[in-house]
């Protein structure tokens, strides 16, 4: 019997045009009703998701890909970069120019473009762009604009002196390898094509959400887990039931259980419908 349901944010919980369904908001409340606990599992920070879903009476985030994890009343799990890690992260970022930012529990901060990136404007006008936007040339441009920069441009970030939860690296999908060799304390979490997550080793969503559980005293079988991308993959995998949205990366759709219709779609309502959750 499902007894809590997480969902992915961007290209799951919110269309194509950054908005809840009103199917959706529906069926969630119908859960919580039946006494099921409805919560996020994100790569966005806590400041991001209370901007993007204030509206929803949400019982649980998993935020940071796992590395925050907090109820209505408190936090249950905070796990930042050690200082090897972190202090790895930057020197990498400086010594190839890369743009970064760093996620603390109040905010996102970092290079000027991943802090546009983070505008409401950014992120609306990033749904438009086409998959494969080419993010090597991009990158490149950057990094001939930054002679003028410090090498220690991120190491002087007042950011530095709060807990830092994740970094997005600028960077395209195929130099992933790349980043993994040399930054050997992170994991590498990709939710889209321009930036790349970084979490301290071993961290994930499922890990957030078993945090949650055994707080609660629940199994991973009792729940049922919504995504889209590859940083949804372990935890579609661990949950009793996981639902990829049609819109997916087919990598998330092989992990799943059940693939629903879009994000644009009703495939929230849908799916939760086709297990009679609702």
Known sequence: MIKAIFFDIDGTLLTSMGKVL?????????????????????????AQVNHLLGELDLDICVTYNGQLVYTKDKELYTRPFGKFALDQIINYADEKDLSLSFGAADQVTGSRLMNLGQSAIAQRLVRFLPKRFPVKPVKKLLQAGHFYRSKTHYQDMPILKEPIYQCMLFNPESEDPKVGAALSQCDLLRSNHFSVDLVPKGGS?????????????????????????????????????????????????????????????????KALAHFEII
């Open 22 to 46: 009103p199917s959706t908001k529906e069926a969630i409340a119908q859960a919580q009703a039946k006494g099921i606990y409805v919560g996020v599992a994100t790569g966005r920070g806590p």
């Open 205 to 269: 969503k499922f890990h957030g959400i078993q945090v949650f559980l055994a707080e609660k005293g629940l199994q991973s079988e009792d729940v049922i887990a919504f995504g889209d991308h590859q940083n949804d993959i372990e935890m579609l995998k661990g949950v009793g039931i996981g639902v990829a949205m049609g819109n997916g990366k087919r990598a998330a759709k092989e992990a799943a259980d059940y693939v629903t219709a879009s994000n644009n779609l009703d495939g929230i309502a």
